[in-house]
């Protein structure tokens, strides 16, 4: 169980002090169709880049807010993680990526006619994001609108 | 900081007209951030899903995600995932 106790002491200090960002008012969207005709689309913020795209940049401070797009035919095998974060084990998502980024069960669950589609690209990003301004004024926006030109009904985001 | 940056990634396509289901790892972290819909699931962190190469795991979080999409609003809702035993 992710627990704040679980963190090393210097993350659980980082954690209990650091001002979160709260999303206010809410926005919402809804379903405008049965889960079974929808095109679903993944958000993972494990830091994965498809070979030939380049890997995030831990040195950017406050964190990079880059998105890389994924191709849903780009095999899980194929990403290559650079999540900068020292506070998590990052041995399951490199055994697995389906962990952070589960293409292989939302195409599992669109072969059982749970979900209409998979759909044709997902985005990836760097969770470990001190600083928001930038995530959320530039890159986000931009990196959503490619969700939309897909027209995705419904994304599941995934974090590490 | 991922449940953070997910959920704001959430709200910007709930802005744009697209529905999200956000899964969380840290209560603290959902209940400040407050994305529109949140799965909580019972998972260290680096372990969203549960086990590696745990397929009826990895999916039913899945399904749970999904479920979550289909209830009514006003958000925020954060739920709890229950894992079969």
Known sequence: MAELDELPLRARLFLRAYPWRRIRPTPWTPLRRPLAECRVALVSS?????QGQEPFDATVRGGDPSFRIIDTNTPVSDLGESHRSWAFDHSGIQQDANLGFPIDRLKELQSLGEIGEVAPRHLSCMGSQTTTGRLVKQTAPDAVHTLV????DLALLVPV | MCSQTV???AA???RQGITTVAIQLLKLVAEAVAP??????PYAHGYPLGRPHDAPGQRAVLRAALGIATVPGPGPLLIDFA???
């Open chain 2, 83 to 85: 894992p079969t035993p």
């Open chain 2, 36 to 41: 529109p819909r949140a799965l909580w699931v």
């Open chain 1, 149 to 152: 030109k897909d027209q995705v």
């Open chain 2, 7 to 9: 959920s704001l990634v």
């Open chain 1, 46 to 50: 494990a830091g994965f880049s498809p």
């Open chain 2, 12 to 14: 910007e396509c709930e």
